[in-house]
């Protein structure tokens, strides 16, 4: 079955505690993207990358790092999360335009 | 001037009626447009695409584009209470794929 895999779905963690969102495709997709979704702010990007190496901020890049070493994985990294990065966090793989999200991560940062 | 613009709603309609959503967009070169569907807490599931002008049909759903006036539609018809969510709005252009806020739809038996 295609599909965008994301772990873990929910995390609570403290401020300063690093932590990695896992995300993983295996439609063989070029593109992938990290979002996050906040009430009434929609889904904005974070980060993007267009290929395996290459790697790219979207309009929200600030305080996540990303990495792209092989093409069907694309983790999130929270070097010092804090609280305003609580949020609803989206993968998604695109072939063409067509995007495919994961299940989400809800992350709580108190 | 947001990118894609989005009525938040709610918007309220009762079962077996047309509901109507709506969207703007700002990029005039924006080429392909797109309807996801948003269950609370679910993650967005692609309904409907559309690339040029006029109507497109998918089952209950039409998706209509004016690029001219630079304005999107989705129309559902014979609305379920299955059919509340929120709809999201978006629109490509080169590389980025760009989301309105997204539209609450309430159907109400």
């Known amino acids: 079955e295609a599909q965008v895999t994301q772990n873990p779905r929910y995390l609570i963690t403290v401020t300063g505690k690093k932590l990695t969102v896992t995300c993983s495709q295996n439609m063989n997709h070029e593109y992938m993207s990290w979002y996050r979704q906040d009430p009434g702010l929609g889904l904005r990007q974070i980060y993007y990358?267009?290929?395996?190496?290459?790697?790219d901020k979207g309009d929200v890049p600030e305080g996540y790092k990303v990495s792209r070493k092989e093409k069907r994985n694309f983790p999130l990294i929270l070097e010092s999360p804090s609280p305003n990065q609580t949020s609803l966090y989206f993968c998604a793989s695109r072939q063409g335009v067509r995007a495919f999200f994961g299940q989400g991560t809800r992350l709580t940062v108190v | 001037q947001k990118e894609v613009e989005q009525n938040s709603g709610p918007l309220s309609v009762p079962e077996g009626a047309i509901a109507s959503l709506n969207c703007t967009y700002s990029?005039?070169?924006?080429?392909?447009f797109f309807w996801y569907r948003q269950y609370s807490g679910k993650s967005p599931e692609l309904i409907m695409s559309?690339?040029?002008?006029g109507d497109k049909e998918d089952g209950r759903f039409t998706a209509q584009l004016n690029k001219a006036s630079q304005y999107v539609s989705l129309l559902i018809r014979d609305s379920q209470p299955s059919d509340s969510a929120t709809y999201l709005c978006a629109v490509s252009s080169t590389d980025k794929l760009i989301f309105g806020t997204g539209t609450r739809l309430q159907v109400f038996p």
């Open positions: 990358s267009m290929n395996v190496e290459v790697t």
């Open positions: 559309i690339y040029s002008n």
């Open positions: 990029d005039r070169v924006s080429q392909s």
